[in-house]
């Protein structure tokens, strides 16, 4: 009898224990984490560069090429083959998600490409794709900020 009476006690004490920690387990709302907005602002210079997978690089001199990027608008200097040939203006598709540029030169139609925004070595790069006119070529610009 004192054996049936310690068996129940311990039943009753590990049900009191169960109903103890399934009263203390609750459900947190994790709120999704706000991305901060992509900001392109500055002065960008070509990195690395191909045409139909072709390294350019190393066959044209991009030093002085650059992309200025500023209050929404954007300037080039010694134009090289690119997306557009004039300053105007630049929009992104999503300032915290963006994977689309559009550039709309002074006077011209806008010209929408792919965009990818990735940290490498501890350095922002953009990654553009393009292919100013002839459908064939295909040009992707890596492009690091100038410090």
């Known amino acids: 009898m004192k054996k049936k009476n310690i068996m129940q006690q311990c039943g009753f ?3 009191a224990i ?3 920690l399934m009263a203390s387990c609750k ?3 994790v709120l999704p984490v706000k991305e901060s907005i ?4 500055g002065s960008w210079q070509v990195i690395r560069a191909t045409r139909n997978g072709t390294e350019l690089t190393t066959l044209i001199d991009f030093t002085k090429f650059r992309v200025n990027f500023k209050d929404g608008g ?3 200097e010694n134009p090289l083959p690119f997306l557009v040939n004039a300053n105007g203006k630049f929009s992104l598709d999503d300032p915290e998600y963006p994977f689309k540029i559009t550039f709309t030169a002074t006077g011209g139609t806008p010209v929408s490409t792919p965009f990818n925004y990735p940290i490498v070595n501890g350095k922002r790069q953009l990654s553009i794709t393009f292919s100013p006119g ?3 070529n295909s040009y992707v610009y890596v ?3 100038v410090n």
């Open 27 to 29: 459900a947190e709302k």
């Open 143 to 145: 492009l690091q900020k």
């Open 13 to 15: 004490l590990l049900v």
């Open 134 to 136: 002839c459908p064939n």
């Open 74 to 76: 954007y300037t080039i």
């Open 38 to 41: 992509k900001d392109i602002t």
């Open 18 to 20: 169960a109903a103890v």
